[in-house]
């Protein structure tokens, strides 16, 4: 099993930054994928951005490019997501998501390719 636990979310003005953690528990390959997801309410989920674990590689949706990076520490089992140029629609709720490489690059994100949730972080962008 594996267990993901994010934190980090919050408040901030539009412009500001924010980091997500996720630490990541439980037999995960070095091949898995992992991801941050996120849902507004009334909204479906949005693939945010990806990573693969093989080698690196990173995916980003268009609402996020030049925004948001995702990084991976596997040294200590932590995925990040460091959000710079937040805006009121960035508002959400923020999930990590893990599977292993049982789909092709180009369903990065599709929600229903990922078995491992967490519970999620709310970032919210007010002035």
């Known amino acids: 099993q594996v267990q993901l636990v994010e934190s980090g979310g919050g408040s901030v003005q539009p412009g500001g930054s924010l980091r997500l953690s996720c630490a990541i528990s439980?037999?995960?390959?070095?091949?898995?994928?992992m991801a941050w997801f996120r849902q507004a309410p009334g909204k479906e989920r949005e693939g945010v951005a990806a990573?693969?674990?093989?080698?690196?590689?990173?995916y980003y949706s268009d609402s996020v490019k030049d925004r948001f990076t995702i990084s991976l520490d596997n040294a200590n089992n932590t995925l990040f997501l460091q959000m710079n140029s937040l805006k009121p629609e960035d508002t959400a709720m923020y999930y990590c998501?893990?599977?292993?490489?049982?789909?092709?690059?180009?369903?990065?994100?599709?929600?229903?390719?990922?078995?491992?949730w967490g519970q999620g972080t709310q970032v919210t962008v007010s002035s």
């Open positions: 998501v893990a599977n292993p490489p049982t789909f092709p690059p180009r369903r990065w994100s599709a929600p229903r390719v990922y078995n491992y």
């Open positions: 439980g037999n995960t390959g070095s091949r898995y994928w």
């Open positions: 990573i693969a674990r093989a080698d690196g590689t990173t």
